[in-house]
């Protein structure tokens, strides 16, 4: 248990953080002027930078955001006095500065600024800055303004996650955020999620609402019940090795796109359009085969015979499920009706991480097996029976 140091309390410990924030924010403050001072002189030029922006990312290991922030906040000082005096203070923030550089902010009514920007919170900052930029445009102004602003970015983080930001005129942004509500209410219903339950939040639900649009226009059926997976082809780079166990530490990835585990290399090949290229250390050995999206009326056979996922006791319809390959697909498994199951993506997860095991019996049943042995269940039936090689001549 961390504790304070018994000649301290919990205020003391606020007041140093406090104090501290002042000289950082003041530190910054004259970096960010003297930033700016030779993005004037332009004297990043000859380092081989596009611009100042691109000097201050490179040479300070900023973020672009962030250092064009910082460059945004250093010119607003430098043009505004009052503005640049509370800044070089440590009264207001760059993320302050920056909002308060965006248009709004003149020689006239400066100091009112300062004042409201010492006692606002960024957010409650921002949402003025955006009324008193609404004020000053006429109608035809505001909408020329919101179509230059407008712009999405998307991108892998440091984590592989898939990053979207962006910008849209509101009309634009109402219908997204209708389209968005109106899925999220439907997974909502499919999954028989409650309103606002711990482990669903609502934005993870609008995440999933997003993905099942682009599912439902990928699938060509413009079907917003039952989307297909999409038919987009993925490129995979993936060590032998690694799919072969070989080699734990091997490396696998999608093309222009973030590294990728075993796991999901492996969950990869039961759903989607793959073109795996096998590589050893990164040389490449040939080009596995090309694998479609599971036909569109093998699909629809397969939901209609499982009805729902067939993990035992899972609820989600197989409307809302994917397929999987119970002979999964890297080790050669048919895509066959016999050999596709339906698993929701929870479930279709899990297998893949290694939580349990199917194994099918001779009949044609399948047996969920734990990885601690334990048995989860069964699902019967005999539509997962292999079909007998037929005998030489």
């Given at each position: 248990m961390i504790a304070l140091p018994p000649d301290e309390d919990v205020h003391a410990l606020k007041e140093r953080i406090q104090e501290r924030n002042l000289r950082i924010q003041a530190l910054t403050a004259e970096q960010a002027r003297d930033l700016a001072?030779?993005?004037?002189?332009?004297?990043?030029?000859?380092?081989?930078?596009?611009d100042c922006v691109d000097w201050v990312s490179c040479e300070l290991g900023y973020s672009l955001p962030n250092a064009r922030a910082l460059l945004t906040a250093?010119?607003?000082?430098?043009?505004?006095?009052e503005l640049g005096d509370a800044f070089a203070a440590g009264e207001l923030s760059v993320?302050?500065?920056?909002?308060?550089?965006?248009?709004?902010?003149?020689?006239?009514?400066?100091?009112?600024?300062?004042?409201?920007?010492?006692?606002?919170?960024?957010?409650?900052?921002?949402?003025?800055?955006?009324?008193?930029?609404?004020?000053?445009?006429?109608?035809?102004?505001?909408?020329?303004?919101?179509?230059?602003?407008?712009?999405?970015?998307a991108w892998w983080d440091e984590e592989n996650m898939f990053r979207i930001s962006g910008a849209l005129r509101s009309y634009e942004g109402a219908i997204v955020?209708?389209?968005?509500?109106?899925f999220e209410e439907r997974l909502r219903q499919a999954n028989h999620i409650d309103l606002d339950p711990p482990d669903q939040p609502t934005a993870?639900?609008?995440?999933?609402?997003?993905v099942w649009i682009c599912e439902a226009v990928l699938g060509g059926s413009g079907s917003t019940e039952a989307p297909s997976a999409p038919p987009a082809r993925i490129v995979v780079h993936a060590d032998y090795d690694l799919l072969t166990g070989a080699n734990p530490h091997g490396r696998g990835h999608l093309e222009d796109g973030?590294?990728?585990?075993?796991?999901?290399?492996?969950?990869?090949?039961?759903?989607?359009?793959?073109?795996?290229?096998i590589e050893r250390d990164g040389v490449p050995l040939t080009a596995g085969r090309e694998k479609p999206t599971v036909p569109p009326d093998m699909k629809f056979r397969v939901r209609n015979r499982d009805g729902i996922c067939r993990y035992p006791g899972c609820p989600i319809p197989a409307t809302r499920c994917e397929a999987h390959h119970i002979h999964h697909w890297f080790d050669g498994g048919p895509t066959k009706d016999w050999n596709i199951l339906s698993l929701c993506w929870h479930h279709h997860d899990r297998h893949h991480d290694g939580e349990f095991e199917i194994?099918?019996?001779?009949?044609?049943?399948?047996?969920?097996?734990?990885?601690?042995?334990?048995?989860a269940g069964t699902a019967t039936g005999g539509a997962w029976k292999r079909p007998r090689k037929r005998a030489g001549p």
């Open positions: 001072l030779l993005d004037e002189l332009d004297g990043w030029r000859g380092d081989g930078r596009r250093g010119h607003a000082a430098r043009e505004l006095p993320d302050k500065m920056k909002l308060l550089s965006a248009g709004v902010v003149s020689r006239e009514d400066e100091g009112t600024w300062v004042e409201t920007a010492r006692t606002s919170s960024p957010a409650e900052l921002a949402r003025r800055c955006r009324e008193a930029r609404n004020s000053q445009r006429t109608g035809p102004e505001r909408d020329r303004a919101q179509r230059a602003q407008r712009h999405l970015h955020q209708i389209a968005l509500n109106r993870a639900r609008r995440a999933d609402a997003l973030p590294a990728l585990s075993t796991a999901r290399l492996r969950q990869l090949g039961c759903d989607a359009t793959v073109k795996t290229l194994h099918r019996t001779v009949d044609g049943d399948l047996t969920f097996v734990k990885a601690d042995g334990e048995v």
